[in-house]
């Protein structure tokens, strides 16, 4: 193997940018897949994808699941969180910023990129930490690729992911959620929280 190649491995979250059109559309880096029964995330420190546990229950993440790249969920997301649900005292995961991907295509593995065009987003509160989630579709698919806003999703999905996120984390003696949703919000706020998350990278890693 070539120094050249080994060199070229960049590091998913730190070595790949987002891209040129971003947040219009960007590269989102693929985690976890629907048929997934282990929980699967990026290894911060390394890049490579590690297998973080199993599957605790029965439900699986209705999309492909992921995060994009150069983002970070830090002070301006947090920020920009208090000012739309007027809570206090809220911060960011410190995390990527999540994306859920909807394609009609055939995904068979993950820790793949693909350009996907963002239509809106969930608003989820984890234990005071700011956790968006935004919703996209692959680029160019011939099911899904007309859609350019949340509205333009059926109701049935978005409620799969709300549920999914609502329950990922409850046990089932659990009296209390472990997270809160407090809205589903569209394309041009799913833009916005993109851009405080790369501002918050910017912020946090680049100087």
């Known amino acids: 193997m070539s120094k050249e190649y080994i060199k070229s491995v960049l590091h998913p979250w730190h070595g790949i940018s987002p891209g040129e059109n971003t947040p219009n559309e960007l590269d989102a880096f693929i985690e976890m897949l629907p048929t997934d029964t282990v929980k699967y995330e990026i290894d911060k ?8 546990r199993p599957q605790k229950y029965s439900n699986h993440v209705p999309s492909l699941y992921g995060f994009i790249p150069q983002t970070y969920c830090g002070d301006n997301v947090a920020k920009f969180t208090m000012e739309r ?3 206090t005292d809220l ?7 999540d994306i859920c991907v909807i394609t009609s295509s055939h995904i068979s593995h993950g820790a793949i990129l693909m350009t996907v065009v963002p239509i809106g987003g969930i608003r ?3 234990k005071n930490e ?6 996209a579709v692959l680029k160019g698919d011939t099911i899904f690729g007309h859609m350019k806003d949340i509205h333009h999703c059926s109701a049935e999905l978005i409620d799969k992911l709300r549920h999914y996120f609502l329950t990922y984390k409850m046990m089932p003696d659990d009296e209390k959620r472990a997270v809160e949703i407090t809205g589903v919000y569209g394309a041009d706020e799913a833009r916005t929280v993109i851009k405080h998350s790369l ?3 910017e912020e946090n890693f680049k100087k």
């Open 45 to 52: 420190p390394s890049g490579y994808i590690r297998l973080d």
């Open 85 to 87: 649900t007027n809570k």
């Open 91 to 97: 911060k960011g995961d410190g995390d990527p910023l």
């Open 124 to 126: 989820m509160i984890d």
């Open 130 to 135: 700011a956790d968006d989630k935004i919703i």
């Open 199 to 201: 501002k918050d990278y």
